[in-house]
């Protein structure tokens, strides 16, 4: 594959990600799948799904999870609902992330990532303890099957996620780096990140934010591809430097406009063309 194939962040059912069609439409060679709900991950629906991917060219590159119940209205109620860190519906959810990392595998797909939720800074605290644990469960679920995990990054600051992906002493455990979810969380500037991070990068989302007036307590301002704080070329050059040479997959979380939606990721498509010509 060329350095840098672009893609986008698709969904089968609800999720939120484009159509398919949108990702021919926009002809992009990649996408990363939001996991359909359990009812649409069986073998049929794995089989059309790869034709249509098949008709359109369309590789998928990774299959990311989520969960009934996660919420990303604010901060705090996106740490009480997401991931694998809340006790009432981890054991559900640690079963379910199996199942779709098998769907990933019926999709011959070698990439299952998630929003892990966020991980206790208290390495000595039980919660960060029983979160290495579900990691290291997961982890061993999907190198059974020749798969890598990707950590969704975001919640964390850099040294945070590093601490942890110590703990965890997987060597298929890597992460997902989103450079404006550090901006969103108010955890860090996302270069600088990426910069301490980059050893462990195998999957990007290219996606833009401005920083809340009040960083960590409120969201920032998710925005279109080049008008945040990111800096779209600093980021790609960054990427450059770590070696990531792997797909730039293009996120914009406003399904509920989708016209508006599909315009914006044209418009980012074209904006990450236009860098990485300038970089090669
Ligand atoms: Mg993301």
């Not at 740490?79 to 006790?87: E, F, I, M, N």
């Not at 920083?211 to 050059?237: F, I």
Request: hydrophobic share 40%; aromatic share 6%; net charge negative.
């Amino acid at each position: 594959m060329e350095r840098w194939p672009i893609g986008v962040f698709a969904s089968v059912d609800a999720g939120l990600g484009v159509h398919l069609e949108v990702a021919h439409e926009l002809k992009v060679p990649t996408i990363q799948l939001h996991a359909p709900k359990a009812e649409s991950r069986n073998h049929q629906q794995s089989k059309d799904f790869l034709a249509r991917c098949r008709d359109y060219k369309l590789t998928i590159t990774a299959v990311f999870a989520g969960f009934e119940g996660e919420s990303y209205a604010d901060i705090p109620t996106t740490k009480k609902t997401v991931g694998l860190v809340p006790v009432e519906t981890r054991s559900a959810r640690t079963q379910e992330m199996k199942e779709i990392a098998n769907y990933a595998e019926s999709l011959g797909v070698e990439v299952v990532a998630l929003h892990l939720g966020f991980i206790p800074h208290d390495v000595n605290s039980s919660l960060f303890r029983e979160t290495v644990a579900v990691t290291q469960d997961v982890c061993d679920h999907c190198q059974a099957m020749g798969q890598t995990l990707h950590l969704e990054t975001g919640q964390e600051t850099a040294e945070g996620l590093l601490t942890f992906l110590q703990a965890v002493e997987r060597d298929n455990l890597f992460l997902n780096f989103d450079p404006a979810n550090m901006i969103l969380y108010g955890t860090g500037n996302p270069i600088e990140a990426l910069e301490m991070v980059g050893q462990y990068v195998r999957s990007v989302h290219c996606k833009d934010a401005t920083w809340s007036d009040q960083p960590g307590e409120t969201w920032g301002n998710e925005v279109p591809l080049g008008q945040g704080d990111v800096g779209m070329e600093d980021y790609l050059r960054t990427l450059q430097k770590i070696g990531y040479a792997g797909p730039l997959t293009i996120e914009r979380e406003i399904p509920q406009e989708p016209d508006r939606q599909k315009a914006e990721i044209g418009q980012a498509v074209a904006l990450l063309n236009q860098l990485k010509a300038k970089l090669a």
